[in-house]
């Protein structure tokens, strides 16, 4: 039975990592989009979002803040619907907005989504290669370590250009007008006042990423070593990225929870006519939660946060293995056939 080795994960250079990790971004967004316009189609419908009000919703690579006007909400959610279930969405949204109202708000999305998952993913391969000469092959801390830096390092270079989008997106400002708006921004509040809301989403995605890439690794071994395989199929990138997202998921659902309402707080305070110099804290959101819902209220949302994370973790995987393979291969035979 032929195991892993080492040497078939380092035959791939930096740019074919990148460009991997880029086409798996763009496939789960296309994948993943749609699903999640339905979702937030029929929450507005049920509960309509009021005026200044913010909401969340993410293509399944990054989360993405939208403020409402006069009642209803910007791009694909200011539309009124009349669905009965999801199924139901589907089919009216294509007849009576067409099937593009599906990706609605993808392509400023991605603009965000490729540079942040081009940056994970590398730092991720480059650091567990380095970790593996120090530490060994088959330290069970490698994928941890470094899917817990990866991250870390993701989430605070983006963070600023993920304020910054958000503004341009609510306010409609020209590249000048953005240009002094941030200037007088941090002229007033400092530098720092660029990553705000740079905590919450880091007590998140760095205790996900360590989850995610150790349940990860560990499944992919031990998928790999029962199919007698020498590198991970599609299938089985495929299979072990759902499962270990799913548990990642679950384990870090009320970080998810205690974002999402500090997310929209932020903004909703950015975006209203007083707003507050000061929104609560991370520890003092999760504290109003429990004594309002309970210890429930943290774990809010379990059901579509699983289905929304396993595809997206699944399809983002697997096309990021399938990737990395062919280039392998690619290069063995550059190699062969000089």
């Known amino acids: 039975m032929a195991e892993m080795s080492s040497s078939n994960f380092s035959k791939t250079t930096t740019i074919q ?13 296309l994948f993943v989009t749609p699903l999640d316009v339905v979702k937030t189609r029929l929450q507005a419908q049920s509960n309509p ?24 909400g910007k791009a694909c959610y200011k ?4 669905f009965k279930g999801t199924l139901d969405a589907f089919v009216k949204i294509i007849q009576i907005e067409g099937i593009k109202s599906l990706w609605s708000g993808l392509s400023p999305t991605l603009i965000m989504a490729l540079p942040t998952t081009i940056i994970y993913f ?22 941890l370590v470094a899917g817990s830096f990866s991250r870390f390092g993701s989430v605070t270079v983006v963070s600023p250009l993920e304020l910054i989008r958000t503004r341009m997106q609510y306010h409609t400002l020209s590249y000048k007008q953005l ?23 880091v007590l998140r995605d760095v205790p ?8 990860y ?21 495929f299979t072990a990225g759902a499962a270990s997202g799913s548990i990642a998921a679950v384990v870090t659902l009320p970080f998810d929870v205690v974002k999402t309402h500090r997310q929209t707080e932020i903004w909703e305070s950015e975006t209203s006519q007083n707003p507050q110099r000061d929104c609560a804290s991370t520890w003092a959101v999760m504290r109003k939660i429990v004594a309002k819902e309970g210890i429930a209220g943290l774990f809010a949302g379990i059901t579509p946060r699983l289905f929304k994370v396993a595809p997206s973790c699944a399809i983002m995987i697997g096309t990021y293995e399938y990737g990395k393979a062919f280039f392998r291969h690619l290069n063995e035979k550059t190699n062969q056939h000089p």
Not at 57 to 66: E, R
Not at 222 to 227: E, G, P, Q, R, T
Request: aromatic residues 12%; proline residues 3%.
């Open 17 to 29: 990592q990148a460009v991997s990790s880029c086409c798996g971004a763009i496939i789960t967004s």
């Open 49 to 72: 979002f009021p005026k200044g009000k913010c909401f969340v919703y993410s293509n399944g690579q990054m989360d993405h803040t939208c403020v409402c006007e006069n009642g209803d």
């Open 79 to 82: 539309r009124n619907g009349h």
């Open 122 to 143: 590398t730092c991720y391969e480059k650091l567990s290669e380095a970790l593996r000469s120090r530490l060994g092959e088959d330290n069970d801390h490698i994928p």
């Open 179 to 201: 240009h002094l708006s941030i200037r007088s921004k941090v002229a007033r509040d400092g530098w720092l006042s660029l990553w705000r809301g740079w905590s919450t989403t």
């Open 208 to 215: 996900f990423s360590a989850v995610y890439w150790y349940n």
């Open 217 to 237: 690794e560990r499944f992919k071994k031990m998928m790999c070593k029962s199919a007698g395989a020498r590198e991970p199929t599609f299938f089985i990138a």
